[in-house]
């Protein structure tokens, strides 16, 4: 909106004063940034930092429209302006620290670049069923020996000999 409106800059009120160098909430001595490029933040954002969506980042970077995130609590705090990395005097290596607690890298040295490799160490999708499944196909010449998979309720649905007819277990099912 602001840069259709072709604003000087676009504030963003939220519920902290700024853009953190990590989360304070989990390390003390985390700092309020007052500047981070657009770049920087577009990442921060892609790789968990809730402060700004990733989304708000890239239109700011798109359209070169600074953004000052702001505390709504406390709006004169200061808070952290996005803008282009040539406004930024202090060059620093680590920007900032964002993480997410539903993933994690795992780093294996000295592995073999090869197909199937990977799949090997942590395992085929489907685990070992389907591996059992795809190995019976290949004793049978490749025909798949693939047995149809019916949920505990198909099963007793299906009519079974000698008790479905008249007065069988069924009729007193529906009859209470």
């Known amino acids: 909106m602001a840069a259709g409106l072709k ?5 963003i009120y939220t519920d902290v004063d700024g853009v953190y160098t990590c989360d304070p909430r989990i390390v003390h001595r985390a700092r309020r940034l007052e500047k981070v490029s657009y770049e920087e933040m577009l990442e921060l954002a892609s790789l968990g930092a809730k402060v700004v969506q990733t989304r708000a980042a890239e239109l700011a970077m798109l359209y070169r429209v600074p953004t000052r995130v702001l ?36 780093t294996l040295m000295k592995i073999p670049d090869r197909p199937g490799i990977a799949a090997a160490i942590f395992g085929a999708p489907g685990g070992r069923r389907r591996q059992r499944r795809h190995d019976r196909a290949e004793r049978l010449g490749g025909r798949q020996a693939h047995r ?26 529906t009859a209470s």
């Open 7 to 11: 604003a000087d800059r676009c504030d």
């Open 71 to 106: 505390s709504t609590f406390d709006p004169d705090a200061g808070g952290t302006l996005l803008c282009d990395e040539d406004e930024i005097v202090e060059k620093k290596p680590v920007t900032g620290i964002a993480y997410s607690r539903d993933e994690a890298k795992i």
């Open 148 to 173: 149809p998979h019916l949920h505990r309720d198909a099963r007793r649905a299906r009519p079974r000999p000698g008790r479905d007819r008249e007065g069988g277990a069924a009729d007193r099912a």
